[in-house]
């Protein structure tokens, strides 16, 4: 049974950081790519950070520089360091394949809000 548990959103301050935890199954990184994504209010779902099993790395245009995303295999646990956030950044985010559609759930997510 696959899980997609997310943690580790809050509200903090523009200019602040967080550091969201996404605990998996065992052996999801090397079967998917796996992704960071976020709804914002009004908004629809963006993708805006991807790896993959080899460690490649992408990200969305608007947090180049700000988020890097990461694995941890013997957890199962994937990272999303958020560092300079800003207003724009408020979202639940989600973890889950790219495309989302190879696991075919999401989970409940975990809400960031910034805000002064």
């Known amino acids: 049974q696959v899980q997609l548990v997310e943690s580790g959103g809050g509200l903090v301050l523009p200019g602040g950081s967080l550091r969201l935890a996404c605990v998996t199954s065992a052996n999801i990184f090397g079967r998917y790519v796996m992704g960071w994504y976020r709804q914002a209010p009004g908004k629809q779902r963006e993708l805006v950070a991807t790896?993959?099993?080899?460690?490649?790395?992408g990200y969305t245009d608007s947090v180049k520089g700000r988020f890097n995303i990461s694995t941890d295999s013997a957890e199962n646990t994937m990272y999303l360091q958020m560092n300079n956030l800003q207003p724009e950044d408020t979202a639940v985010y989600y973890c889950?394949?790219?495309?989302?559609?190879?696991?075919?759930?999401w989970g409940q997510g975990t809400q960031v809000i910034v805000s002064s």
């Open positions: 790896i993959t099993w080899s460690g490649t790395i």
């Open positions: 889950n394949s790219v495309p989302a559609s190879r696991l075919g759930f």
